[in-house]
C-alpha cells in the first residue's frame, strides 16, 4: 500500500506487509512477522523487475533511506545498475557521502520524468530540459543539492533576467520546483534559494515592470468577416481547421486532434479531458457552418479526425503557415481574444457565458464551487451568434474543393 512515510507513521508500523513511500519512487517497507522492517528499493532494469535491500529500520532512518533510494534512481535514469554501489562498505555509504553524490543535474532529471506525466502539453518535458540544460546545468548542474545557494540563482537569472524576461521567470520557477521536491526528499533543508516571495524578490527587479507581458496578437473583431471571406478562398484542409477553430473558439490541439466519434448527432463537440488545458471535459455547441466544414473536410479526407492529410492529424504548424501566406499578422490563438473582444463589445452575452465558451480555468475557488452546470443552451445561442457574425460578409461559394 501506498502512504506518505514520516518518522512518526514508520517507527509505529506493526502490521506485516510492504509498504510503498509516496514521496520517492521505488522505496519500500517491508514489516516482517517478527517485527523487524527493512528498507528495498524497487525498480525494472532490462525488463526484469528488482528488489534492492537499503538496510534495516532504525538502524537506516527515513530519510537515510529516502537519500538512498534517491542515488539508486539517479543510477537507474543513467541507465546504470545501481547495485555494485550497495556493495560498498557501509562507512563508503554513509549519509553525508551519499549527499555529496546527488547532484542537480541528476536529480532534476528524475523530477521532470516524473512531473511530465501529468502535463498535457507534451512539449513541456522538452522545455524544461532544454531550459535547464542551457542555463543551470552549466553553473550547478554538478553541485550537491545541499550545497546550491542564492549566490548561484543569482549567477543563473542575472544574464537572462533582463534580456530575456519570460525565459528568466520560467527559468527560475523550475529550478524552485527541483529544489522544493529536493527537500521533501529530505535531500537539503532551509529556505529555498531561487523562491520569489520574500527571497529574490528583494534582489531581482519585478518581471511586469522589466517588460509588459505580450499577448497573442489578435484581430480586430470588425475585420474577421472579411478575413473569413479571404480564408474561403484557400480551400484546403488548413482552412477548414482554421475556420473550425475560428467558430467554436477553440485551442489548437483541441481542433487538430478531434475525432468524428467525439460530435454527437445533436451537433455537439465533447472534447476529452486529456486534451484540454484545465484537464475537464468541454462541451462545445456547432453551428450549422461549423457542421458543413466537418463535411467537406470529409471529402478531402476521410479518417478518424475531422482534419486531416493521408488519414494523419495537420501539423502544429499547418495553421500558423497558413497565416503567414495569407500575410495575416494574427497568431491562431489570437482569434479566441477576437472571439472575447466581440462578446464583451457587441453583445448582451454575459461575462459567466463567455468564459464557459473558452474554457477558461475558474481562479475563485468559491465560484468554481458553484458554477457546476455548463450553460449549453445559453453557450449554443453565443455561438450562433458568433458564426452569423463570422459569416457576415461571406461570398459564395463557401468552399471549394480541391483536387
Not at 522505496?27 to 512477522?33: A, E, F, R
Not at 502539453?121 to 543539492?145: C, D, F, M, R
Request: glycine content about 4%; some cysteine.
Amino acid at each position: 500500500m501506498r502512504e506518505k512515510f514520516t518518522d512518526i507513521f514508520v517507527r509505529n508500523l506493526v502490521t506485516p506487509g510492504r509498504y510503498t513511500d509516496s514521496a520517492v519512487t521505488g522505496l519500500n517497507l517491508q514489516v516482517k512477522p517478527n517485527g523487524k522492517k527493512y528498507w528495498t528499493m524497487r525498480y525494472t532494469l532490462g525488463g526484469k523487475r528488482r528488489d534492492l535491500s537499503l538496510g534495516s529500520y532504525p538502524d537506516t532512518s527515513l530519510r537515510q533511506a529516502r537519500i538512498y533510494a534517491a542515488r539508486c534512481r539517479a543510477d537507474i535514469l543513467s541507465g546504470r545498475n545501481p547495485v555494485a554501489y550497495w556493495r560498498l562498505d557501509s562507512e563508503t555509504r554513509s549519509t553525508p557521502d551519499v549527499e555529496q553524490q546527488i547532484d542537480f543535474q541528476t536529480f532534476a532529471k528524475e523530477v521532470i520524468e516524473l512531473k511530465s506525466s501529468s502535463w498535457s502539453n507534451k512539449k513541456h518535458a522538452a522545455q524544461w530540459s532544454s531550459t535547464i540544460e542551457t542555463y543551470v546545468n552549466p553553473i550547478i548542474g554538478k553541485l550537491p543539492l545541499s550545497d546550491i545557494t542564492t549566490d548561484h540563482i543569482i549567477k543563473i537569472l542575472t544574464p537572462i533576467w533582463i534580456k530575456k524576461t519570460v525565459t528568466g521567470t520560467r527559468v527560475r520557477q523550475r529550478i524552485e520546483d527541483i529544489l522544493s521536491a529536493a527537500k521533501v526528499r529530505g535531500l537539503r533543508s532551509g529556505q529555498n534559494p531561487a523562491a520569489w516571495k520574500g527571497h529574490l524578490s528583494h534582489i531581482l527587479p519585478e518581471p511586469t515592470k522589466i517588460r509588459a507581458v505580450k499577448h497573442h496578437t489578435a484581430l480586430p473583431y470588425i475585420t474577421l468577416p472579411n478575413f473569413i471571406t479571404q480564408l474561403h478562398q484557400c480551400s484546403c484542409i488548413s482552412s477548414l481547421a482554421l475556420e473550425f477553430l475560428i467558430l467554436t473558439a477553440s485551442r489548437t490541439s483541441e481542433v487538430l486532434l478531434a475525432k468524428r466519434t467525439e460530435i454527437s448527432e445533436e451537433g455537439i463537440w465533447t472534447i476529452p479531458a486529456n486534451r484540454m488545458k484545465t484537464r475537464r471535459e468541454h462541451r462545445v455547441p456547432l453551428g450549422n457552418r461549423a457542421r458543413s466544414i466537418m463535411n467537406y473536410a470529409k471529402l478531402l479526407d476521410s479518417s478518424e479526425y475531422l482534419f486531416s492529410k493521408n488519414g494523419k492529424p495537420l501539423s502544429n504548424m499547418a495553421l500558423p503557415m497558413l497565416l503567414r501566406r495569407m500575410q495575416c499578422q494574427a497568431t491562431v490563438h489570437g482569434f479566441r481574444s477576437t472571439f472575447r473582444d466581440w462578446v464583451a463589445e457587441e453583445t448582451e452575452h454575459s461575462q459567466e457565458v463567455a468564459e464557459m465558451a473558452l474554457a477558461h480555468a475558474i481562479k475563485n475557488k468559491v465560484e468554481a464551487a458553484y458554477r457546476r452546470g455548463n450553460l449549453l443552451q445559453r453557450r449554443q445561442r453565443l455561438m450562433d451568434d458568433w458564426e452569423g457574425f463570422c459569416m457576415s460578409h461571406r461570398d459564395e461559394p463557401l468552399v471549394r474543393v480541391c483536387g
